[in-house]
């Protein structure tokens, strides 16, 4: 059997979010741990790098719903969206298609 990211099987080209206006195939995973730096700060500089990276801004963020327990919707001007397949620590980054 062939799984895929997130468990899925084979090329399935369903996206992983189906919500149509949180619909993200294509990100960047930044992982960032310390304790010291707030919810916020650590959205900020997943931002910075993923425009320096890929030269646009990106406008949506999915954490893992224990990392984002204070965040209201939005992190350093980004949709921050909950999601149990992404890690704890890690914000999955990018562009709503």
């Given at each position: 059997m062939n799984v895929g990211m997130f468990g899925r099987r084979g090329n399935d080209p369903r996206p992983?979010?189906?919500?149509?206006?949180?619909?993200?195939n294509v990100g960047?995973?930044?992982?960032?741990?310390d304790p010291k730096r707030s919810f916020d700060d650590k959205v900020s500089r997943a931002a910075e790098h993923y425009r320096r990276k890929y030269g646009r801004p990106p406008d949506?963020?999915?954490?893992?719903?224990?990392?984002?327990?204070?965040v209201?919707?939005?992190?350093?001007?980004?949709l921050v969206?909950?999601?149990k397949t992404v890690l704890?620590?890690?914000?999955?980054i990018?562009?709503?298609?």
């Open positions: 992983l979010f189906t919500k149509e206006r949180d619909v993200m960047m995973l930044w992982f960032d741990n949506v963020c999915f954490v893992h719903p224990t990392s984002a327990q204070k209201k919707d939005r992190a350093a001007g980004l969206k909950t999601s704890p620590n890690h914000f999955w990018g562009v709503r298609e």
